[in-house]
């Protein structure tokens, strides 16, 4: 099933903004905190699908049943969002640390071969935290 991409961004005063990029339109919200900011997207693209049935809009049978969510990150954004240790990926990706920091400050730009391989680390260490019991 297609899901609703949504980009999200933490501005430089800590807010988070979210914006739709596969649908027709767009939908936009922001939150004091990632939580709050995925409560106001799907207020927001609920209001969304509501004004495009009121208004009998053709596109309206393209997102009328999404109701999943995939949020997308660049990088510089991954890592001002989540307190990760930058080390720690680029050991686990074989990455020189000074230029994952540099990946993670947005003072360079990855191939997208590499965004993959940092992609799948932290999607390996979010399975390896997950399989983790307390």
Request: no cysteine; net charge negative.
């Amino acid at each position: 099933m297609k899901k609703v991409e949504i980009y999200v961004e933490k501005a430089e005063d800590g807010t988070y903004w979210g914006s739709t990029q596969n649908i027709p339109g767009g939908v936009s919200a922001f939150g004091s905190s990632l939580d709050e900011l995925k409560q106001n997207l799907r207020i927001a693209f609920q209001d969304y699908k509501e004004v495009a049935e009121d208004l009998n809009e053709d596109w309206l049978n393209e997102i009328k049943d999404l109701n999943e969510f995939e949020y997308k990150l660049d990088i510089a954004s991954f890592f001002k969002l989540l307190p990760i240790k930058i080390s720690a990926i680029a050991e686990k990706t074989g990455i020189n640390p000074s230029l994952m920091r540099q990946y993670a400050s947005g003072k360079a730009n990855a191939s997208e071969e590499r965004a993959r391989k940092i992609e799948k680390a932290i999607h390996e260490l979010g399975e390896d935290l997950l399989s983790i019991s307390i």
